[in-house]
């Protein structure tokens, strides 16, 4: 399965700053999720990211809160932006392997707003 | 909208002894799919189920998906601290490559 890291790994922010969050995979791939988990909640998921096209997001998310980048195959960002403590969360970044094939996940990045 | 939902929400056990966690799905699974994630971490995968009846196993992990293909089951057998953290059950959303994952459930096994 392909190698994902996310950087940076955890982060502690001021109130009304941004931050981005980098995914790299070793490998190509055509499909990349960005997810957020709340303190004490599961994943919800942000909006895909599919090289070659807008983002797309889920309802609840909008992408001038979250701007997302995938400028090649194996590379995506996400921004926070104008950040407030209800940002606080664990981000993490998947990649889609296709029809029955699982989704792999990077490490996360523990996100926390002062 | 889609639903997944586990129980139990958290569980202590001591070391050896088995244990299952469930997952219910308010509508007809097209690929379920368990991850365990340690603490504040990454998710790993752990099993892909797709066919009702389907059952696999790693290791002392057993997954079990029911015929109707609404439940999947996890049993893990002579439990190990090694097995601590959160389990998580996730769903592709009508075979859409997106998934929605369960609430969760919260394993520790005491030493």
């Known amino acids: 399965s392909a190698v994902i890291s996310q950087k940076p790994s955890r982060d502690i922010c001021q109130r009304g700053t941004s931050l981005t969050i980098q995914c790299q995979v070793d490998?190509?791939?055509?499909?990349m999720f960005w997810y957020r988990q709340q303190p004490g909640q599961s994943l919800t998921l942000i909006a895909t990211a599919n090289q070659g096209s807008e983002a797309t997001y889920e309802s609840g998310f909008v992408i001038d809160k979250f701007p997302i980048s995938r400028p090649n195959l194996t590379f995506s960002t996400l921004t926070v932006s104008n950040m407030s403590p209800e940002d606080s969360s664990i981000y993490l970044c998947?990649?889609?392997?296709?029809?029955?094939?699982?989704?792999?996940f990077g490490d996360g990045t523990r996100l926390s707003i002062l | 909208s889609q639903e997944l939902e586990q129980s139990p929400q958290s569980l202590i056990v001591q070391e050896g002894k088995n244990l299952t966690i469930n997952c219910t799905s308010s509508?007809?699974?097209?690929?379920l799919y368990w991850y365990k994630q340690k603490y504040g971490e990454g998710l790993i995968f752990l099993m892909m189920l797709q066919k009702g009846g389907e059952e696999k196993s790693h290791e002392k992990i057993t997954a079990k998906l029911d015929e109707k293909k609404q439940q999947s089951s996890l049993h893990i057998t002579a439990s190990q601290p090694s097995h601590a953290g959160i389990y998580l059950c996730g769903a592709d959303k009508g075979g859409t490559y997106k998934y929605i994952f369960g609430t969760g459930t919260r394993l520790k096994v005491l030493a």
């Open positions: 490998s190509q791939v055509t499909m």
């Open positions: 509508k007809t699974l097209y690929g």
């Open positions: 998947s990649v889609g392997a296709g029809e029955d094939q699982p989704q792999h």
